[in-house]
């Protein structure tokens, strides 16, 4: 707009004063003013539409690298802002306690792998009830034989009832025998797909442990590097508890922000170009690859109030996608980076020509 105002003055200036063509009066000066009014409103209204400019910033997904299980960190090969790939060690976590673990279930599985102990274990408890219920049978019938004795004089009252205390204590033996053979019956007989319960349970709990003992060892979820790297050797990673940021190289996008009167120009695949502040006096070639189909001012609450007018809301900018530069080195293209960009229509004719020479006065204003 400086550009066609100074054009204007001057041709102005040409000619009321160098020239002498038009008489400067009051009412041909207003006639220029209103007309030079007019210009500048009608190039501004053509320069939005079809050249629309506004701020891009460079962008990308951060993933928060969080350990599954917790404990001292013992070594960390990662360095700040340094490429890594894809499954790369970021940082490892002590083994030695999960190892103990896996190795205690896998001796705790093997014993209850062994059914045989669990047979044996049901044959004694069987015994053990066979034994018993010949004892309550014998002491049974020794009691009636004593009492009938009492009866008739020949034995004491003090012998019964030392003999009625030990059939007492035989069958307390009895039933105790009896809930140690429902529960052997129940080790041995109880199975999940034909597998003993209980062989079943240590080998789900050994593979947590052989899955805990993998997690120790934390890798880069894909191609990227760390920016801040604060965790050191010998700090303690904790579990679900965020250790350090990882950003996704491949999702590295810029994004620009535009007044919504140029979205007529603004369209995926439309031509861009683009001047980044921190690399001023170079502008870069681009392409709108997507528009996203809303933002958070159109976003209204779930609530059960009803909507309140001044909660309404609306912006007059929008954002859209802009494509990585081809030419643009990767050390430009930093998280944060700011800069400038301008669509072109494919009409923009000489419209376009005044955009590209404002962008290029813009990239090298960049130094200012």
Request: charged share 15%; hydrophobic share 45%.
């Amino acid at each position: 707009m400086f550009i066609i105002l100074v054009s204007y003055l001057v041709l102005i200036w040409l000619a009321f004063s160098k020239f002498k063509l038009i008489r400067l009066t009051w009412s041909s000066g207003a006639v220029a003013a209103l007309a030079g009014i007019a210009i500048l409103a009608v190039f501004m209204a053509m320069l939005n539409y079809l050249t629309p400019n506004g701020r891009v910033v460079v962008v990308s997904r951060v993933v928060e690298v969080t350990p599954n299980v917790s404990g001292e960190v013992i070594a960390l090969p990662v360095k700040p802002n340094v490429p890594i790939k894809a499954d790369e060690v970021l940082f490892e976590i002590d083994p030695t306690p999960f190892r103990y673990k896996v190795r205690q279930l896998e001796a705790a599985l093997i014993a209850a792998q062994q059914a045989e102990v669990l047979k044996a274990n049901y044959d004694q408890a069987n015994a053990d009830v066979t034994g018993l219920e010949k004892q309550v049978a014998f002491h049974e019938k020794r009691l009636n034989d004593i009492a009938s004795l009492t009866n008739s004089g020949a034995a004491t009252s003090f012998r019964e009832q030392d003999t009625r205390e030990q059939l007492d204590i035989t069958v307390a033996q009895l039933q105790s025998a009896k809930a140690q053979q429902r529960s052997a019956r129940a080790s041995f007989e109880s199975s999940i797909g034909g597998v003993n319960t209980t062989v079943v349970q240590t080998h789900a709990q050994l593979d947590d442990a052989k899955w805990e003992l993998e997690q120790t060892t934390v890798k880069a979820p894909s191609d990227g590097y760390a920016s801040v790297v604060a965790l050191a050797v010998g700090a303690r990673a904790l579990q679900a508890r965020a250790a350090m940021s990882f950003i996704v190289e491949s999702d590295i996008s810029i994004v620009g922000v535009f007044s919504q009167n140029g979205f007529g120009t603004i369209k995926p695949g439309a031509r861009v170009r683009l001047v980044f502040d921190n690399d001023p006096g170079r502008i870069y070639e681009a392409s709108i690859t997507e528009i996203p189909e809303g933002v958070g001012q159109g976003q209204i609450a779930v609530s059960g109030m009803l909507a309140r007018v001044g909660s309404v809301g609306g912006t007059s900018a929008y954002p859209a996608v802009i494509s990585l530069p081809a030419d643009a080195n990767r050390s430009i293209l930093r998280l944060g980076t700011s800069g400038t960009a301008t669509v072109f229509a494919e009409n923009a004719g000489p419209i376009g020509l005044i955009a590209r020479i404002v962008l290029w006065v813009q990239s090298y204003a960049a130094y200012l």
